[in-house]
């Protein structure tokens, strides 16, 4: 199956990543470029750029787990990782 998603990558959509389940989301997600790390509550959420869409993947260092993933084409979202001195 990470075979099949990884040949995809290049060229996957918003849509087509939608409709993956969760862990197939924050795999491939982790497969963009990392851009940035922020801080959300007790989560960091990390940045990826893909050809198509942008992903986030929050993750809970408490638990070491992802908690979820999202995806979105917007610049709007990006906003949180502009960091003003």
Do not use: W
Request: proline residues 2%; contains cysteine.
């Amino acid at each position: 199956m990470a075979h099949v998603i990884l040949c995809y990558l290049s060229v996957m959509t918003l849509y087509e990543f939608n409709a993956l389940d969760d862990e197939q989301r924050a795999a491939v997600a982790m497969q963009g470029n990392f851009i940035e790390v922020r801080f959300e509550k007790e989560l960091r959420v990390a940045l990826y750029s893909h050809p198509n869409f942008f992903a986030e993947v929050f993750y809970d260092h408490t638990t070491n787990k992802i908690v979820r993933c999202r995806a979105f084409i917007s610049l709007k979202p990006l906003a949180a990782y502009i960091h003003l001195n």
